[in-house]
């Protein structure tokens, strides 16, 4: 039920999806309220969101802010496009590394499934070259691993 | 800087990035690199200095020629950041799982689980 799975798409797409027990409007609401946002979207173990802007409108900004608690953290900056509330987010964001990473459109849809919900996160790279990059740098042979870790864990 | 900061540095230059793409189908001269990017070659040689520089790539010298490659030490701490960062995003779907069943749960006293 609960497994992620990545796909590339055309020359620019990575695709990330994963199935949740609960309706679309819950699922949504989990990835639109910075009260909830702050409970889970959190990285590893030990991390926490201190800030958390989320104005889920249209030309709306986010912006989350990650810490370890112990001096060292980065954030993400980004852009709400179009929103159709419980089906579909579009929206543009970038991380600061510090160094600001290249602009990742994204597109997220929740789909009523079997009673619960589908989650697909279209991500869109500037360009074939950045995503090969990706691909080169072993990014697909890593990811590979760890879902091979998650599927002998559930 | 550490060495992933480095790298990722590195990684930040589009043009940095389509090398590494282009290498990662196998060893090639600074000559064959700049001809698809249309750059001078020393222009191509001060990317390669910095993908050096983070590990990303080796050179060796072969005549006047010094031909380079990916080099698999740079990419496994590359590889290995991004593993984290995997189980990471496994890891925040799980707790939205958390989240998602206290949404589910009623509030009032004495709720069925």
């Not at chain 1, 639109?32 to 991390?47: A, R």
């Not at chain 1, 900004?61 to 179009?82: C, D, H, M, P, Q």
């Not at chain 1, 070259?129 to 990811?143: D, F, V």
């Amino acid at each position: 039920m609960s497994k992620l799975t990545l796909t590339t798409e055309g020359e620019r797409f990575v695709v990330v999806s994963r199935r949740f027990r609960a309706p679309p409007e819950a699922v949504y609401r989990a990835h639109t309220e910075p009260q909830l946002i702050q409970k889970w979207l959190l990285g590893p173990d030990g991390w926490t969101m201190p800030v958390c802007v989320c104005e889920a409108r249209p030309g709306g900004k986010l912006r989350y802010e990650w810490s370890n608690g112990e001096g060292r953290g980065f954030f993400v900056t980004g852009e709400f496009l179009e929103l159709e509330p419980y089906r579909r987010i579009v929206h543009v964001e970038r991380m600061f590394l510090p160094e600001r990473t290249p602009d990742n459109h994204v597109e997220t849809t929740f789909e009523v499934e079997r009673g619960g919900t589908l989650m697909t996160m279209r991500m869109s790279l500037p360009d074939a070259a950045t995503r090969a990059a990706m691909l080169a740098t072993g990014m697909e042979h890593g990811m590979e691993a760890s879902f091979a870790r998650l599927e002998s864990m559930l | 800087m550490n060495k992933l900061d480095a790298a990722f540095f590195a990684l930040s230059d589009p043009t940095r990035r389509a090398i590494l793409a282009r290498l990662a189908s196998g060893e090639v001269t600074v000559m064959e690199l700049a001809k698809p990017f249309e750059m001078t070659q020393p222009a191509i040689s001060r990317h390669l200095k910095v993908l050096e520089d983070a590990g990303l790539i080796s050179r060796r010298v072969e005549g006047t020629r010094r031909p380079c490659r990916l080099d698999p030490g740079g990419i496994e701490t590359i590889e290995q950041w991004l593993d984290l960062m995997h189980k990471a995003l496994a890891r925040n779907y799980d707790r939205l799982d958390q989240v998602l069943a206290e949404m589910k749960r009623p509030k009032r006293k004495g709720a069925q689980r």
